[in-house]
């Protein structure tokens, strides 16, 4: 015998309340996974932005372009790598419902500063020959099962008509974080579209990005950028390509701070109801306690049997709400995505969130054993030999 | 002359109840020889548990010393007191108190636990305990599977199993029939005779206490008769 076994037969005296109480974690655990799972698909994209890149765009919103000819004088400035452009093309496929994200681009510089979206050397020859092409990434094209040769109709918002757009190759991303949602379109061919039908908005880019060289020297090079092109009719405001993305997280910010707050609540209930779970188990055994101390047991061992208690009820949970939450996960995706489209791409469990949610309920085990070790450690022995629980 | 095995000097002791101070023992002074059965009887509140309390550390003097086994008991800190009651006090108490989730011979292991014995050591010594009690063919019962005569004696067996210095019995018989208590009477008054054990023993029980070598009456706070020959007190 151990004091392991002195703590699993503990355990066993009310294996009902140790069940509830067990089945209470694994039910929080899956809800802080899935809403940790949510918090980390809104700053996905925060985390797929590399450090080398800026994005410049006009300084008085995104949805007010900047002219083509910014371009070259971009592209000559000190520090400045390379140049890209794209726009927000914002066409609906079927229905609203269908969303997902559409870049008109410049396709052979583009494809050179974003080396995270990797397709075949004939794919990008492919897309380079023809100005209804696309690429499309690999989870989009698994969604709706498209393949290379696939014609995708899309209805125009911000630019007005029925557009087709041939698949001619289908990209995947070179990390875990890249999006493979993205619809990539020729930048040219919409151009040539809306120099027909609105020739005054003809020749302007959605934003730039710049690959520097450096990327310790991106704030000199973005104000210099800024600079350049103050006092302009379209003045620019240059920032880091994850000050950008954390600009989207920004909007939400609202959002994600009410889900924080609710998974550090979520968190509190676990403590507070295994806390009560042992404060009861050691009030019931106030005199078998007593006794052990009667034994020769010091105060280092009755804190193990609590803590072991405590360990045991809430790894019992976690691993519980740890095993619901791969399949409660794939659930949650499918229904986001059904109702949201490709809006949260980045839905999947990722280990780090059962490595949080497991030191998380390890914190909770530890926390929720202080109220009552504080009830051993201040116990009066010859007091608590005559306690009649 | 040998060390007592126990021994208060001049040991005060009072309790609160409320803001009223309650005093239970006044000035008391004890010396146990090693190798005495010691009865102490005397009415609720006499102060007679207190005594069995203060010999094992569980609770401290307010005035005096109390010294038993080699130790003085009254200046040590709580962690040292644990090691020194492991090794040298055998505690018996009138409601058993065994864990009722650990059956008769994990009981017994217990105290066992604290010590540095592989557990096939500890397994030989928890036969021959619950053997000495005739409860050799129950270790593998629960409490609740036993009479309170038998469970009385797996306390017994858990008491001596590390063998201690000195037992401390409370009312060990108080809550058994007359043939339990007759049982467990005998078997500690062999513990005292064949091991030379120091046993105190506190019960209201006179046939009990007549198993012992000496009684020591007790009321207020102090020895009032003397029917002990072996123990001097104040």
């Not at chain 1, 355990?11 to 899935?34: D, E, K, M, Q």
């Not at chain 1, 986001?336 to 809006?343: C, E, F, Q, S, T």
């Not at chain 2, 005569?149 to 000195?166: F, H, K, L, N």
Request: glycine share 8%.
């Amino acid at each position: 015998m151990t004091l392991g076994t002195l703590i699993t037969r503990n355990l066993r005296r009310h294996l009902s309340r140790v069940s509830l109480t067990a089945f209470g974690i694994a039910t929080v655990i899956l809800a802080f996974n899935l809403i940790v799972t949510t918090v980390r698909a809104w700053y996905a994209g925060v985390e797929a932005s590399v450090p080398n890149r800026l994005i410049v765009r006009h300084a008085a919103s995104l949805s007010i372009h900047l002219p083509l000819a910014y371009r070259d004088r971009l592209a000559s400035m000190e520090g400045v790598t390379g140049v890209t452009y794209a726009n927000w093309f914002g066409g609906v496929y079927r229905d609203a419902k269908g969303f997902f994200p559409q870049f008109a681009i410049d396709p052979a510089s583009f494809l050179d500063l974003h080396a995270e979206v990797l397709v075949t050397s004939d794919e990008r020859q492919a897309f380079l020959s023809d100005r209804r092409g696309c690429l499309i990434g690999r989870r989009l094209a698994a969604q709706y099962g498209w393949k290379v040769g696939d014609v995708i109709p899309l209805k125009g918002t911000l630019y007005p008509g029925d557009w087709e757009f041939v698949v001619r190759g289908i990209y995947r991303g070179s990390e875990a974080s890249s999006d493979e949602t993205w619809m990539l379109i020729r930048w040219d061919h919409m151009n040539e579209h809306r120099q027909q039908l609105d020739p005054d908005r003809a020749g302007t880019v959605g934003w730039y990005v710049l690959r520097i060289a450096d990327p310790a020297r991106a704030g000199f090079i973005a104000r210099s950028v800024d600079g350049a092109f103050a006092n302009s009719t379209a003045e620019t405001r240059t920032e880091t390509e994850q000050a950008f993305q954390m600009g989207f997280v920004a909007m939400s910010g609202a959002i994600i701070g009410a889900l924080k707050v609710l998974a550090i609540a979520l968190n509190a209930i676990t403590l507070l109801v295994l806390a009560n779970t042992l404060v009861m188990a050691v009030r019931e055994r106030t005199r078998e306690l007593a006794v052990l101390r009667t034994l020769g047991f010091r105060s280092s061992h009755l804190v193990t049997l609590v803590i072991g208690e405590a360990l045991f009820i809430a790894g019992l949970g976690a691993a519980l709400g740890m095993a619901l939450t791969v399949p409660a996960n794939h659930l949650y995706a499918s229904f986001v995505a059904a109702k949201l489209g490709n809006l949260f791409p980045h839905l999947d469990l990722h280990p780090s969130v059962l490595v949080l949610s497991a030191s998380v309920t390890l914190c909770i085990a530890v926390c929720a054993s202080t109220i009552p070790i504080t009830a051993v450690l201040r116990a009066k022995v010859a007091q608590d030999l005559r306690h009649i629980g | 002359m040998d060390q007592p095995a126990i021994e208060f000097r001049r040991v005060s002791k009072s309790y609160f109840r409320g803001e009223q101070e309650v005093p239970i023992l006044h000035d008391f002074s004890l010396s146990v020889p090693a190798g005495t059965f010691l009865a102490i009887m005397g009415p609720s509140g006499s102060g007679k548990t207190t005594i069995l309390n203060l010999i094992a550390g569980l609770d401290r003097p307010d005035r005096g010393s109390i010294h038993a086994a080699g130790l003085t008991v009254s200046t040590q800190r709580d962690a040292d007191l644990a090691r020194w009651r492991a090794r040298h006090i055998g505690f018996v108490f009138q409601f058993y108190n065994l864990i009722p989730v650990l059956t008769a011979a994990e009981n017994v292991e217990l105290p066992l636990l604290l010590s540095k014995l592989a557990k096939r050591e500890r397994s030989k010594h928890v036969q021959a305990a619950l053997g000495l009690v005739g409860l050799g063919d129950r270790m593998q019962h629960y409490p609740r599977q036993l009479s309170g005569g038998q469970e009385q004696r797996v306390g017994i067996a858990r008491a001596i199993v590390s063998d201690p210095t000195i037992l401390l019995a409370d009312e060990p018989t108080g809550n058994l029939d007359r043939d339990s208590a007759e049982a467990v009477m005998g078997l500690l008054t062999r513990l005292h005779q064949q091991l030379k054990k120091t046993i105190l023993m506190v019960t209201h029980d006179p046939r009990a206490a007549g198993y012992a070598q000496d009684i020591l009456h007790f009321d207020k706070g102090r020895g009032v008769t003397d029917d002990a020959r072996h123990v001097d007190h104040a």
